[in-house]
């Protein structure tokens, strides 16, 4: 092949790597864990961008200017939803008919919190009898949310409808696989040991799931429910219900946690991460392997 055709073979790859690129349909993603079921649906056909950092707090996020800035062309906005992100009618405004806001989480089922675990929320907004948040802690519920986000990747790009179809159901399997061993790993723990103590009601998908009851203790900021009197309640719960150990968070008060704990004369559990990761499966195994570790014999 001479020099002058290898230039224009190389020249048109280019051009159409550029069109490619240019054509390719663009998500922002508002939620670290829905950027990783995003980007596995997506695959080579859509361009995932993350606005949140994957260990920020979802919580109490807001997109910056600057991030919106970075996701200037896309057609679609992927959110938890179930209330988790407060500013998705003011996101809405602001884009208004240029882009798509999905809130993934929006007909997965719910579960809504209840009893003394509306005293450890995340926020004030998530409160007795609304519905907790969490929902990426029931794996079933992240292949729902593919399948959601296939679908709505279809509406704006039908021309990829059937790879993402096949993508969502690539990662729905590898889902399975993480059910499954998550079950597996659980049953090494006595039933009577499956009390998952946490700073805030962040894990109440997962209990109902995987046969645990969550006792949280704390709450989720660095000032909630350290007082002497929250941390005398928490010891009492603790004791009463026979909890093995008390698992830290990554965004809860970690000096208060390890006073309940020694107070309680129960062990400190590996810390967990209950919002947001950059890969839900390793999420997902780190959680359960501290929790078997802390709780299975």
């Known amino acids: 092949m001479s020099k002058s055709i290898i230039l224009i073979a190389l020249t048109l790859s280019v051009q159409l790597s550029l069109v490619t690129a240019q054509t390719r349909l663009k998500v922002a993603s508002l939620h670290p864990l829905i950027t990783d079921v ?11 961008v993350q606005l949140i950092d994957p260990h920020a707090d979802p919580h109490h996020f807001q997109p910056t200017p600057k991030a919106l800035l970075r996701a200037r062309g896309a057609q679609i906005y992927l959110a ?6 407060s500013y998705l009618n ?3 405004s602001t884009l208004g008919k240029s882009a798509t806001v999905v809130e993934v989480g929006k007909t997965i ?3 809504t919190i209840s009893g003394r675990d509306s005293m450890y929320v995340c926020c004030p907004r998530h409160s007795k009898g609304s519905i907790d948040p969490h929902w990426w ?10 399948r959601v986000i296939a679908k709505e990747y279809s509406k704006i790009d039908p021309t990829n409808a059937a790879a993402y179809k096949a993508n969502a159901a690539k ?12 079950k597996r790993e659980v049953s090494r723990i006595p039933r009577k040991n499956r009390i998952l103590s946490t700073a805030h009601a962040a894990f109440g998908y997962f209990c109902n799931e995987y046969g645990f009851k969550a006792l949280p203790v704390m709450g989720v900021t660095s000032q ?3 007082s002497a009197t929250y941390q005398a309640e928490a010891i009492r719960e603790i004791r009463k219900n026979g909890v093995k150990a008390v698992f830290p968070e990554q965004r809860a008060n970690p000096k208060s946690l390890r006073v309940i704990a020694k107070e309680s004369g129960v062990k400190l559990g590996g810390t967990l991460v209950a919002d947001g990761a950059a890969n839900y499966q390793q999420m997902m195994r780190d959680n359960v392997i501290k929790i078997v570790a ?4």
């Not at 995003?38 to 995932?48: D, L, P, S």
């Not at 990662?171 to 998550?182: M, R």
């Open 80 to 85: 938890s939803g179930k209330n988790l992100e």
């Open 171 to 182: 990662y729905s399997k590898k889902l399975s696989s993480l059910h499954s061993w998550v």
């Open 224 to 226: 909630q429910r350290t």
């Open 38 to 48: 995003a980007r596995n649906v997506a695959g080579q056909h859509a361009k995932v």
């Open 137 to 146: 802690h029931r794996v079933s519920n992240m292949q729902k949310a593919a």
């Open 294 to 297: 802390a709780l299975s014999q």
């Open 90 to 92: 003011k996101l809405r």
């Open 109 to 111: 089922p719910s579960q």
